[in-house]
Nanobody, 121 residues
Framework: VQLQASGGGLVQAGGSLRLSCAAS????????MGWFRQAPGKEREFVAA????????YYADSVKGRFTISRDNAKNTVYLQMNSLKPEDTAVYYC???????????????WGQGTQVTVSS
């Protein structure tokens, strides 16, 4: 499956953004999906994951209560709604697909190209 992430941008602290990741070329509805991020000088880290049905969701402690992952299997798209953004959320955000539909943690077989999120203080 090929992934295309979008929706990043520059936002002030306390603001919101919604990231989207559109999938093509595979059976999106059978994949578990995840979002990861990588800040400058840091390793890539897990942000959120969702099972193939949307029935199970997982979050990093740092984003719980602020970020929400969701998916629309009819549109082959996974979303990450980010609220109450903080400067420390600044990173390149990547979506990932895991063919094991109920998989957690996500072991990605495909990655999107990344979308930059910058939160100013």
């Amino acid at each position: 499956v090929q992934l295309q992430a979008s929706g990043g941008g520059l936002v002030q602290a306390g603001g919101s953004l919604r990231l989207s990741c559109a999938a093509s070329g595979g059976t999106f509805s059978s994949y578990a999906m995840g979002w990861f991020r990588q800040a400058p000088g840091k390793e890539r880290e897990f942000v959120a994951a969702i099972s193939w049905s949307g029935g199970s969701k997982y979050y990093a402690d740092s984003v719980k209560g602020r970020f929400t992952i969701s998916r629309d299997n009819a549109k082959n798209t996974v979303y990450l709604q980010m609220n109450s953004l903080k400067p420390e959320d600044t990173a390149v955000y990547y979506c990932a697909a895991d063919p094991r539909g109920d998989s957690y943690p996500i072991v990605a077989s495909s990655w999107g190209q990344g979308t930059q999120v910058t939160v100013s203080s």
